[in-house]
């Protein structure tokens, strides 16, 4: 079979320095969105995550923390029960599609989880067994 030079689709083509948009990529550590912060001003925050290193047993473990407080639990999870009940009182829920969860921690919603009897230390503890990376210091400070 004969292969087309004119191609755009070829993989030889491909170019990995740039995205699917044709957008330049940054370098690791470097890509950051805006986002309203706090404060309610927009904010560059760091939105790569590809330096989180997955824990041997990952697999077993329904839960993505990030070091901004976004959480992510895998609705497909053994788990999943469980870790929806903990994290409903721990976080807010942001976003619930089919397969995977997405939930925030913020000073209210752990404000509420420590108002109904869970324990600083807890949180971050359970969390940590549920994640499928370690705990930034980030969110153990939050």
């Not at 904010?43 to 992510?72: A, C, M, S, Y």
């Amino acid at each position: 079979a004969e292969q087309l030079d004119d191609d755009p689709d070829a993989l030889e083509d491909f170019d990995d320095d740039y995205d699917v948009l044709g957008k330049p990529r940054r370098l690791k550590g470097t890509k950051t969105c805006k986002s309203q912060g706090q404060s309610g001003v927009m904010e560059e925050v760091d939105r790569n995550f590809t330096f989180l290193q997955l824990k041997p047993d990952h697999h077993n473990r329904p839960l993505w923390v990030t070091p901004d407080g976004r959480i992510f639990l895998e609705t497909f999870s053994p788990i999943y029960k469980q870790a929806y009940d903990f994290l409903i009182a721990i976080s807010e829920p942001v976003c619930r599609p089919e397969s995977v969860h997405e939930y925030q921690l913020t000073p209210h919603s752990l404000y509420a989880a420590v108002s109904v009897g869970l324990e600083t230390e807890t949180i971050i503890n359970v969390l940590n067994r549920l994640s499928k990376v370690a705990l930034g210091e980030e969110v153990k400070q939050f």
